[in-house]
């Protein structure tokens, strides 16, 4: 199982890039990296995903390492609104289990 | 489109209850996978449920299980329920296993349990 190790906080200014660096050393080499977000215990939201390229789509932009042993996620303009604990989680297996950490807390500044 | 529906939203029990929760998939999504999320941590994986057949199941005790339906909707069931238990419950659907796109998995907004 992928074993992800997230930093606990971080800060971001209001219209500034958020960079959530995610350390996944133990993903095996079908395993995707998976992003999601939780705002105020709601169910997670999912943000993006990807197995070894970079990826990007309307919300945010996903950069692994070639070794695949970390990745970031780049929120490119954060807003107050991005205030959420961010999980990354390894899986997408064929039987489906998402291993999340234990989540960095984003907290946007104005 | 409907996301993936829960119910109840809350639910207080006593120790040795049992329990059943419910989960409707998104249209079209044949998956669902359950799982717990005690206060302060990530969610943690119980279950998943593929056309009706158990493909995965998470480290819990047999207290738990969990049943999908010919509609792909699916239960929770929780036994002799323990202070512990306390958590939310997570249900997401997924298209189908096998990785990437089809893998990914939409959540529900969660059943609250407290057991007391």
């Known amino acids: 199982d992928a074993k992800t190790t997230q930093p606990p906080s971080m800060d971001c200014a209001e219209g500034r890039a958020a960079n959530l660096p995610c350390n996944h050393s133990?993903?095996?080499?079908?395993?995707?990296v998976y992003w999601y977000r939780q705002i105020h215990s709601q169910g997670p939201q999912y943000i993006i995903h990807g197995l070894k390229n970079n990826e990007t789509n309307e919300m945010a932009s996903l950069i692994i390492t070639e070794d695949r042993k970390s990745s970031t996620l780049i929120l490119p303009h954060a807003t107050l609104r991005d205030t959420a604990v961010y999980y990354c989680?390894?899986?997408?297996?064929?039987?489906?289990?998402?291993?999340f950490g234990q989540g960095t807390i984003l907290t946007v500044h104005p | 489109d409907a996301g993936v529906t829960q119910s109840p939203t809350h639910l207080i029990k006593t120790r040795g209850q049992q329990v059943t929760l419910r989960c409707s998939p998104i249209?079209?999504?044949?998956?669902v996978s359950w799982y717990q999320q005690v206060l302060g941590q990530g969610p943690q994986f119980i279950f998943q449920y593929y056309e009706k057949e158990e493909r995965g199941r998470g480290n819990f005790p047999d207290r738990f299980s969990a049943r999908q339906f010919p509609n792909y909707s699916s239960e929770l069931n929780v036994n002799a329920l323990l202070l512990g238990d306390s958590a939310l419950y997570l249900c997401?659907?997924?298209?189908?296993?096998?990785?990437?796109?089809?893998?990914?998995?939409?959540f529900g907004p969660g059943t609250r349990l407290l057991v007391l």
């Open positions: 249209s079209g999504h044949k998956s």
């Open positions: 989680a390894g899986g997408g297996t064929s039987y489906g289990k998402l291993t």
């Open positions: 133990t993903i095996s080499g079908n395993e995707y």
């Open positions: 997401a659907s997924s298209l189908e296993p096998g990785g990437g796109a089809q893998e990914t998995q939409y």
